[in-house]
């Protein structure tokens, strides 16, 4: 690109996450999937359900942001 091209920024896209009190419920993410699902985790615990996260990698330190989706799980 050069200097004053223009680009076209869309999002978000796809269909929000319905959030509400069901009890428990389980998110399963690895790698880059495990990004979006934290906000989706912080609001299932806002809405006192139980939650229980299973995160997924190649080996157990390419596992990313593990302290965050522990801070958004409930025991």
């Known amino acids: 690109m050069k200097e004053g091209d223009s680009i076209e920024v869309v999002g978000p896209l796809g269909k ?3 959030i509400e009190s ?3 419920c389980v998110c399963i993410g ?3 999937g495990i990004a979006p699902m934290l ?3 912080r ?3 806002a809405a006192d359900n139980h939650v229980v996260s299973i995160l997924g990698g190649r080996s157990k330190e390419l596992i990313i942001m593990r ?3 522990e801070a958004a799980r409930t025991r």
């Open 16 to 18: 929000p996450t319905h």
């Open 22 to 24: 069901w009890g428990t």
């Open 30 to 32: 690895g790698g880059a």
């Open 39 to 41: 906000p989706i985790a």
């Open 43 to 45: 609001a299932l615990k």
């Open 67 to 69: 302290p965050e989706m």
